[in-house]
């Protein structure tokens, strides 16, 4: 499991709100994500 897919986990078992906040720190950094998969964890996150 990679750095997105915890971010969405924490979400599901309730340990964080919003990944949206997370994501977009993530995106600043030089960690590299395409924009399809930023909505794919959005959409999955339910956000």
Known sequence: MGTLGLILRAKRLGVI???????DKVRLTDFWVTESLF?????EAGE
Not at 17 to 23: A, E, G, K, M, T
Not at 39 to 43: A, D, G, K, S
């Open 17 to 23: 709100i919003s990944v949206r906040p997370l994501l």
């Open 39 to 43: 909505e794919f964890i959005l959409t």
